[in-house]
């Protein structure tokens, strides 16, 4: 980037999307436009409307920066501090796991199924930036929510996506351990999670930028399934008869999700599919008239 000294939006947007397919990186150009529309905070449409504009050199300055970072690893999503999720701009950093467009999948199906109930209640588990929690009060506008995280740092980010998205009203932040936070007379008619379920082992091997998320948000114990136990074994004592527990899976972890959620009491258990045709989620609903497991004493 040192010759020639002129450079256009085109010409720039040009060659850094070179430059990040020889890093391996796989959406380059959008990557490319989405950090110089940060740099001129502009609409990615600007950059096409004004493809002929020179930058200055404090402009040039940032972007090389930014460049520099995406390419060592780090996740444009936290470089530019927001990700689109089901219509809604979150505030990211690098205290929460970045929303996934396959989490869309799944959570516009409960949301298609709640959003003309009246005073639907939600539980969030591991809320993260607020995504589920905060999309969910959004398009279901008297829904309430109790939304979970063990991250201090993890919750101011959800609270400010709540308070930007007009919701902040309807939903209670907790820090603490999952289902630990939950006090032991309270019911949802939902219970969302995207949990940790990477293995432990398997973390090494994850691209550069994911490993820079935050490890409680990757790592779900040696086989994955730490979280998935917790939800199956205890769960369902949390759901109203007829409510529904709906969890994100990894892949090839939705077989034994299911039979592990089977096995807690809950009925109809089936699988969520993203966009590209992949079980992307387990769900099921706690029956009318549901034995619950016994309880152990002490344990909420």
Same mark, same amino acid.
């Given at each position: 980037?040192?010759?020639?000294e002129i450079w256009t939006i085109q010409r720039l947007i040009t060659w850094t999307t070179g430059y990040f397919r020889s890093h391996g990186i796989d959406e380059a150009r959008l990557d490319a436009e989405l950090l110089l529309g940060y740099v001129l905070q502009k609409p990615r449409i600007y950059l096409y409307t004004h493809f002929d504009q020179i930058m200055d050199r404090a402009e040039?300055?940032?972007?090389?920066?930014?460049i520099q970072r995406r390419a060592a690893?780090?996740?444009?999503?936290?470089?530019?501090?927001?990700?689109?999720f089901m219509g809604i701009d979150f505030a990211v950093d690098e205290h929460?796991?970045?929303p996934r467009p396959d989490t869309e999948a799944w959570m516009e199906k409960l949301i298609q199924r709640f959003r003309s109930l009246p005073n639907v209640t939600l539980l969030d588990l591991g809320t993260g930036s607020g995504a589920l929690a905060v999309s969910f009060l959004y398009y279901c506008r008297e829904a309430r929510a109790v939304a979970v995280d063990i991250s201090a740092e993890a919750l101011a980010v959800a609270q400010r996506n709540a308070e930007a998205a007009g919701v902040a009203d309807r939903i209670?932040?907790?820090?603490?351990?999952?289902?630990e936070a939950v006090n032991t007379n309270e019911t949802f008619d939902l219970i969302v999670s995207n949990p940790p379920y990477i293995p432990t082992e398997d973390i090494k091997g994850l691209a550069q930028e994911v490993r820079r998320e935050p490890a409680l948000a990757l790592d779900g114990g040696p086989d994955g399934l730490r979280f998935y136990r917790i939800l199956g074994e205890r769960a369902v004592r949390y759901l109203r008869p007829g409510g529904i527990l709906a969890a994100e899976v990894g892949i090839h972890q939705a077989e034994e999700v299911k039979a592990?959620? *089977?096995?807690?009491?809950?009925? &109809?258990?089936?699988?969520?599919?993203?966009y590209g045709g992949i079980d992307r989620a387990v769900?099921?609903?706690?029956?009318?008239?549901? *034995?619950?497991?016994?309880?152990? &004493?002490?344990?909420?």
């Open positions: 980037m040192n010759a020639p040039l300055a940032r972007y090389r920066e930014l690893g780090y996740c444009t999503a936290v470089l530019i501090g927001k990700k689109e929460v796991l970045v209670i932040f907790r820090q603490g351990d999952f289902l592990l959620f *089977a096995a807690g009491g809950l009925s &109809e258990v089936q699988c969520i599919r993203d769900w099921g609903k706690r029956p009318a008239a549901a *034995a619950l497991p016994d309880d152990k &004493e002490g344990e909420v």
